[in-house]
């Protein structure tokens, strides 16, 4: 709709027209909520909310929500393995976690600059590689659907076995002590290198001082996930609305299908576990940059349902849906203090999956739809029950499953 | 060094514990295509309602269990009506549109109400969506995992609050220790046996492994042998056509949902009196019990059985080779990734293979 308004209306100028036109082409399709100037206008509202919440809240107050905004990376990577290609994965925080501990041993061992932003490709790495090795072994092996979950789970909980007996001293890699059941600390926080001409340069902007630290308690360190998330975000969308994402989507409607149209169904669920191991090792990396510690916690039983659970409530088929589910989600476990709080948790979950199935945030913007096109017919005053034969109005709608 | 009896003992405790983890889970996930991740909070009720019949209330544990049980089937039934099928919800909604609807009507007609709101009123009293509300969870294998997981959550949380942190434990019956706690004359034969063990163990835990061979079995005939089994593998397997030959598909599944849960309880009530009464207690069953069915594959009686055996014995093994525990659990799970991986139907899917393929032979 919105492709209308921007190209008839020519009073643009032409080079907004072709910016709004590409724009439209790389982050608007079937596969996303949200494929108007309307939803733009908001998004750039909330990223600019977001982006003050440091000033207007406080040091503290934004370093508490950068973790909501880690576990957002978190959903994001099991909403492109799930919602998007079907692969209902309970290990994203097997890579998650593989990444933390990664990051923590190679940044305990090389604690300078480089050293860390090394360790953080590294873990990176190290996620996605132990995905790649999962998925290799299960999708070339014919392990589908349900059993996909449990090996997923079983991995994970192997993980969490195995950390938790790692506190003996034979479990130190050069400086870094794995540290068994108590995790382990004191991981250092994310650095960027600059070389010292660059500070030079770069001096009347701020930058004072070689390394820039992102610190946790200053709120660089949210302003740097927020950044890293918008741009994820914004990445995801033009994934999934790319002809690669509707070859995700059609091996996720019907895999059969999909290979018998030509395509390697294999090496398409192999490569999106893969990349959504490794968006899950980004997540992994920020938390033990965050909380300078990880701990076999992030393997247990109870962690491994989170993001599931994020997903699923905001509604996994769309990124907005898993992106303001795992925020919003992770913000009211965590602000929800007191002994009723699991119990509104839990029932939260079961009024969402057989009232919502879909997920909240599509059903949120159906509702929304509709209210805006009763409110349109209603000033223009067409005739009731006229919108569901308007076959532009049937056009309009977005198709999310 | 590796004791034989030692290793026995452990393996027939292993054994014991999946299988029994796994039975009513076996019933629900295997044969109902629930993901129950609630499973172990349906064990955790079973212990809780032995142990407060028996402390509380004062009956024998003889008694406690069949209590116990019943609690939980009834318990099971009622998640059941309310979640899992969402009968209860969906006939509610029933009674609450026709209600809505008559208020709205009634609303719109008022002389008070301007004719455009009326319209709108009556606009949306027609809107009110005449389907039923929920969708049963049956084979929504994603779906029913999730709700159950808040049912999870709900039910370790609730006990929590309503018993607190943890509850007395029942007593052990029989004999808490074959060992030196025990004076020989009491069960001579067990006790011959471990006089020469280091190792003292729960004769009591050892024994379950054939309540849990027991538990199998009665299993085995209820499916198979009984007319309820027979509707039962019929609704499951094609409820359509189980329909149509008249049989109330709905009340099958309510019935064999209870069963499952009414087994959770058994393994509840019978691990009782050996594990700490907490309100989380059930995760500790969950993951063996999932990993038990579904190595089992299809075949509910002999793959559980296959699965308990075969990932009892591993971890049995393992344990007593490196001494530890930790050891154990990690070989089970990685035998449990390989098996999953090369016989995707599970044991006994794989044994159906070997036997058609043996028969195609002769």
Known sequence: MAAETAGSGSALPRPVVAV???????????????????????????????????????????????????????????????????????????????????????????????????????????????????GYFMFYGGVRDVYVTIITLVVTLVLETFMSQTAGDEWTIGAAPLGGFNGMPGIPELAVPVPGLLVQLLGPLGVESAPIVLGAGDGTFYRF??????????????????????????????????????????RVKLAVFTFGGALAGLAGVLYAAWGNYVSPGVYALTFASLPVIWVSVGGRKSLLGALVGSIALAFASNSLVGEWAFVIIGALLLVVVLFLPRGFVPAVRDMALFAWRTARRYRSGEPEGSVSENPEAAADAEVTD | MVNGVNLLFQFLDNFAFIVLAAAGLAIIFGIMGVINLAHGEFIMVGAYATTLANIRYGLPLIVAVPVAMFVTALFGLVVERTIISGAAPNWLWKYVRMGLAGGLGRLAALDAVP????????????????????????????????????????????????????????????????????????????????????????????????????VLAVVYVLFTKTDFGMRARATIQDEDTARALGVDTGRTY???????????????????????????????????????????????????????????????????????????RIALLLTAIVLIRFLPSGISGFVRTIRERRQEAT
Do not use: K
């Open chain 1, 20 to 134: 709004v036109r590409a724009w439209q082409r790389i982050f608007h399709g079937p596969n996303t909520i949200g494929n108007s100037w309307q939803f733009w206008a908001g998004f750039a509202l909330a990223v600019a909310a977001l982006f003050s919440y440091p000033v207007l809240a406080g040091g503290y107050q934004a370093s508490r929500f950068a973790l909501f905004i880690v576990y957002a990376f978190l959903g994001l990577s099991l909403s492109v393995v799930w919602g998007y290609a079907g692969i209902l994965s309970f290990g994203q925080v097997a890579f998650f976690g593989v990444s933390g501990y990664t990051f923590g041993v190679v940044a305990l061992n090389f604690d300078t600059p480089f050293g860390i932003l090394g360790a953080f490709a590294g873990a990176v790495v190290a996620g996605a590689a132990l995905s790649f090795v999962l």
């Open chain 1, 225 to 266: 996930a927020l950044a890293l998330l918008v741009l994820t975000y914004l990445g995801l969308r033009a994934l999934v609305n790319s002809d690669y994402g509707r070859v995700m989507v059609a091996v996720r409607e019907d895999e059969d299908r999909t290979r018998m149209f030509g395509y390697d169904v294999e």
């Open chain 2, 115 to 214: 004719g455009r709101v009326a319209g709108g009123l009556e606009a949306a009293a027609e809107r009110l969506p005449e389907q039923p509300l929920v969708e049963p969870l049956y084979d929504r294998l994603a779906d029913s995992m999730v709700a159950t997981w808040g049912l999870s959550l709900i039910l370790v949380q609730g006990v929590r609050i309503w018993f607190g942190n943890s509850l007395d434990q029942v007593g052990t019956p029989v004999v808490p220790f074959v060992g030196e706690t025990v004076s020989p004359g009491e069960i001579p034969v067990l006790n011959l046996i471990v006089t020469n063990s280091e190792f003292s163990y729960s004769a009591y835990r050892v024994s379950l492994a054939v309540i849990a061979l027991g």
């Open chain 2, 254 to 328: 309510m019935a064999t949902f209870a069963i499952g849960s009414a087994l959770a309880g058994l393994t509840g009530a019978l691990y009782a009196p050996t594990i700490t009464m907490v309100p989380d207690m059930g995760t500790g069953f969950l993951v063996e019990s999932f990993v038990a069915v579904v190595v089992g594959g299809p075949s509910v009686v002999l793959g559980t059985t296959m699965a308990g055996g075969f990932l009892g014995a591993i971890s049995a093994t393992v344990t007593n080779l490196m001494g530890s525990t930790f050891y154990g």
